[in-house]
């Protein structure tokens, strides 16, 4: 009776590793959505400016300067 118990104690738990494998390896195929960006630039803009574009999902990505003015580029999710 015991042998039997332990057997089947035995079975489940293969059951179970075999169950979470399969599961592992189906989530491991799935792929991340890839996301699109659209892109923007500017140049010498206000922090106000900044801000609205920031409040219509605009993120900056890089601002320099060159010569007397700045220059940003700004990217966000295409719609």
């Known amino acids: 009776m015991k042998t ?3 057997m089947l104690v035995v079975l489940v738990l293969i059951a179970t590793g075999v ?3 399969l599961t592992a390896g189906a989530q491991q195929d799935k792929k991340p959505k890839q996301v699109l960006w659209e ?3 500017g140049a010498n803009l206000t922090v106000s400016q900044l801000n ?3 409040a219509d999902g605009w993120e900056l990505v890089i601002a320099t300067q060159y010569d007397k003015n700045l220059y940003y ?4 999710p295409k719609p």
Request: proline share 0%; no cysteine; hydrophobic share 40%.
């Open 52 to 54: 609205t574009l920031g």
């Open 73 to 76: 580029i700004l990217k966000r």
């Open 39 to 41: 892109y923007r630039d």
């Open 4 to 6: 039997l118990r332990s």
């Open 19 to 21: 169950g979470i494998a």
